[in-house]
């Protein structure tokens, strides 16, 4: 099937499912969309059972379709912008301490806490898997997903600077978690034998130090281009080529990416759109973007729900999933507790912060991309059956219950 046909099949199945999902369930659009692609998966499952060769062509479609690929080389640097160019400079300053604790600590330690209780478990179950493999895994599960937390937590009612922490972290983490990733698959690709300390730390210096500063020029540049003129077609073209070709630089210049793309949307969005851009301009950028962040949320989370259909699952892998929530969510809690604890005496946090910071911590597609992307060799359908469990009860159970549970914490 030509990639035409595909991407047809994709948006026009999104736009029923958002329909839907907009006139009858009501739900948070991330939350629907991927409730009913699950619903969509399973019952498509069970008439593949029956009728295999009927169904064969969907599954097909699914299957063929690179997910990590069309994640993280298309949709990630879109939504990462669409997501940042609407950040409060001012307020994210303002956290700027616990967002660094949080994206940055906070991801190493839940890394090592996660590997650490994940290896123990695979032992607890009789299968072998290296410590190694153990930390990669938690390296791609760790991160709060931007994609997920920035959609739900706009409807979920929580206070300006707690919303801001949890938001900022989230940007900001997952291009930390990206470079703590790809650290520990060259370490089990080359041997820790054959790698040294100073090679693993320039590596994680120019990856987040150069995307971050990489970010920053490119946002620089786009401010002048935009100031230099006034007619808002361009200038919504011109952050559509910052953002495509931007994020194609940086695969260049081996820097990350997503960071850059966070950084570049919070200059134009805040520095650009005050001082660079008509009034009417500054409209059609935040339409544009916000129909970009929804189309590509609503994409993104039919895919996870569809995925269900090509990722192999056994009675095993789900009770080790199931233990594995529990682990990830005692891993999140500690990470955030941590922090937020020797913060306290400089930070101004909400009474009932590291509940709330723990629990709104969602891990979305960024993690299944990341898991779908490890070879065979390293665990491969483990992983992403584990991931995918995850997930699915991150985005429905945490993502439906965090402005419930706030509510509840603050006796609203």
């Given at each position: 099937?030509?990639s035409?046909?595909?991407?047809?099949?994709?948006?026009?199945?999104?736009?029923?499912?958002?329909?839907?999902n907009?006139?009858y369930i009501?739900?948070?659009?991330?939350?629907?969309?991927?409730?009913?692609?699950?619903?969509?998966?399973?019952?498509?499952?069970?008439?593949?059972?029956?009728?295999?060769?009927?169904?064969?062509?969907?599954?097909?479609?699914?299957?063929?379709?690179?997910?990590?690929?069309?994640?993280?080389?298309?949709?990630?640097?879109?939504?990462?912008?669409?997501?940042?160019?609407?950040?409060?400079?001012?307020?994210?300053?303002?956290?700027?301490?616990?967002?660094i604790?949080?994206?940055?600590?906070g991801?190493?330690?839940?890394?090592?806490?996660?590997?650490?209780?994940?290896f123990?478990?695979?032992?607890?179950?009789?299968?072998?898997?290296?410590?190694?493999?153990?930390?990669?895994?938690?390296?791609?599960?760790?991160?709060?997903?931007?994609?997920?937390?920035?959609?739900?937590?706009?409807?979920?009612?929580?206070?300006?600077?707690?919303?801001?922490?949890?938001?900022?972290?989230?940007?900001?983490?997952?291009?930390?978690?990206?470079?703590?990733?790809?650290?520990?698959?060259?370490?089990?690709?080359?041997?820790?034998?054959?790698?040294?300390?100073?090679?693993?730390?320039?590596?994680?210096?120019?990856?987040?130090?150069?995307?971050?500063?990489?970010g920053?020029?490119?946002?620089?540049?786009?401010?002048?281009?935009?100031?230099?003129?006034?007619?808002?077609?361009?200038?919504?073209?011109?952050?559509?080529?910052?953002?495509?070709?931007?994020?194609?630089?940086?695969?260049?210049?081996?820097?990350?990416?997503?960071?850059?793309?966070?950084?570049?949307?919070?200059?134009?969005?805040?520095?650009?759109?005050?001082?660079?851009?008509?009034?009417?301009?500054?409209?059609?950028?935040?339409?544009?973007?916000?129909?970009?962040?929804?189309?590509?949320?609503?994409?993104?989370?039919?895919?996870?729900?569809?995925?269900?259909l090509?990722?192999?699952?056994?009675?095993?892998?789900?009770?080790?999933?199931?233990i594995?929530?529990?682990?990830?969510?005692?891993?999140?809690?500690?990470?955030?507790?941590?922090?937020?604890?020797?913060?306290?005496?400089?930070?101004?946090?909400?009474?009932?912060?590291?509940?709330?910071?723990?629990w709104?911590?969602?891990?979305?597609?960024?993690?299944?991309?990341?898991?779908?992307?490890?070879p065979?060799?390293?665990?491969?359908?483990?992983?992403?059956?584990?991931?995918?469990?995850?997930?699915?009860?991150?985005?429905?159970?945490?993502?439906?219950?965090?402005?419930?549970?706030?509510?509840?914490?603050?006796?609203?």
């Amino acid at each position: 099937m030509q990639s035409y046909h595909i991407l047809t099949f994709i948006i026009c199945l999104a736009a029923a499912f958002a329909y839907i999902n907009f006139r009858y369930i009501k739900w948070e659009p991330t939350i629907g969309i991927m409730v009913l692609s699950l619903g969509a998966s399973l019952i498509l499952a069970a008439f593949n059972s029956f009728f295999p060769q009927k169904s064969a062509t969907v599954i097909h479609v699914i299957a063929s379709i690179d997910f990590h690929d069309l994640l993280m080389n298309g949709m990630l640097g879109f939504l990462l912008f669409a997501g940042s160019i609407h950040i409060n400079a001012i307020n994210l300053r303002k956290e700027r301490l616990p967002v660094i604790a949080l994206s940055t600590v906070g991801i190493f330690i839940s890394t090592f806490l996660i590997g650490t209780l994940l290896f123990y478990l695979f032992a607890a179950f009789h299968i072998a898997v290296g410590y190694i493999y153990c930390l990669l895994f938690a390296a791609l599960i760790s991160p709060t997903d931007p994609i997920a937390v920035l959609a739900i937590l706009k409807r979920a009612g929580l206070p300006v600077s707690l919303e801001t922490k949890i938001a900022g972290e989230s940007l900001f983490n997952d291009g930390v978690a990206v470079v703590i990733f790809l650290t520990i698959m060259e370490v089990a690709q080359t041997g820790i034998d054959k790698l040294s300390v100073p090679d693993i730390s320039v590596l994680f210096i120019r990856e987040t130090g150069g995307g971050l500063l990489f970010g920053l020029l490119l946002g620089r540049l786009g401010y002048y281009i935009l100031r230099s003129i006034d007619k808002y077609e361009i200038e919504v073209m011109i952050t559509v080529a910052i953002v495509m070709g931007g994020y194609l630089v940086a695969n260049v210049l081996h820097v990350s990416g997503p960071l850059a793309m966070v950084v570049a949307g919070i200059v134009i969005g805040n520095k650009a759109r005050k001082l660079a851009v008509s009034n009417v301009t500054k409209d059609y950028l935040d339409k544009f973007w916000e129909l970009v962040d929804e189309m590509l949320n609503a994409i993104l989370f039919m895919l996870i729900g569809f995925e269900m259909l090509v990722i192999k699952v056994d009675g095993q892998i789900i009770i080790i999933s199931l233990i594995a929530i529990v682990i990830t969510l005692f891993a999140r809690w500690v990470s955030v507790a941590i922090p937020v604890t020797f913060l306290r005496r400089k930070v101004r946090f909400a009474k009932n912060a590291i509940p709330i910071l723990t629990w709104g911590g969602l891990r979305g597609g960024l993690s299944v991309a990341l898991a779908l992307s490890l070879p065979a060799e390293m665990f491969r359908d483990q992983f992403v059956a584990i991931t995918y469990i995850i997930v699915v009860f991150s985005i429905i159970v945490q993502g439906l219950t965090v402005g419930k549970l706030y509510r509840k914490l603050e006796g609203k």
